[in-house]
């Protein structure tokens, strides 16, 4: 059993955290295995929890549209959350959640070794990038984190929510389009 199949059965029988209870299914992750670019949100939806995939709702549409803008689809990045069951109601997950966890995550990012993460919104930049993180104001701006390029866009949810943040998220998405075009190795669209 390869590195990644053996973290994914032991994510899929974890019991580590209530939200195990009221799970449908797991969301491991999705993409390319060897993908140099690594997105990262805070936990699954309904719609995920239901199909056992991330970002496949209403949000994980406008994600990969905004994505395409820059030539990106889940054959060339990999897509995974700090929780991988869903908080009931969609709540943001509760920081023990987290803890019990961000272990997956961890060696999910061991074994794809990216060049380049970028969290969805705030819950996954405060865990990844700066407890003290602000969204509002830090989006789209890279920092260096042990060799890896780390920033962070707003949430799909929130831009759903709030269209007005589509603008500054456009330029976020060109200048990831640049750092993509400085670091990776690969030739993207």
């Given at each position: 059993m390869?590195?990644?199949d053996a973290l994914e059965a032991a994510c899929r029988d974890c019991?580590?955290?209530?939200?195990?209870e009221t799970r449908h299914n797991v969301v491991f992750g999705d993409g390319a295995r060897d993908a140099e670019i690594l997105f990262v949100g805070e936990g699954p939806g309904q719609q995920e929890d239901l199909q056992g995939r991330p970002f496949v709702g209403a949000a994980g549409k406008?994600?990969?549209?905004?994505?395409?803008?820059i030539d990106l689809d889940r054959s060339?990045?990999?897509?995974?959350n700090i929780?991988?069951?869903?908080?009931?109601?969609n709540r943001d997950p509760l920081e023990s959640e987290q803890d019990a966890c961000i272990g997956y995550l961890r060696r999910q990012v061991q074994l794809l070794r990216p060049k380049i993460i970028v969290c969805l919104g705030r819950i996954a930049a405060k865990r990844l990038i700066d407890e003290n993180f602000r969204i509002t104001r830090e989006h789209g701006q890279f920092v260096e984190k042990s060799g890896v390029?780390?920033?962070?866009?707003?949430?799909?949810?929130?831009l759903l929510r709030d269209q007005s943040k589509r603008p500054e998220t456009f330029r976020d998405l060109l200048a990831l389009r640049e750092k993509i075009r400085q670091v990776c190795e690969r030739k993207y669209g």
């Open positions: 390869s590195g990644w019991r580590a955290c209530p939200l195990c406008l994600l990969d549209d905004m994505l395409s803008i060339n990045y990999y897509i995974a929780v991988k069951c869903r908080p009931p109601q390029w780390m920033t962070a866009l707003y949430h799909p949810a929130a």
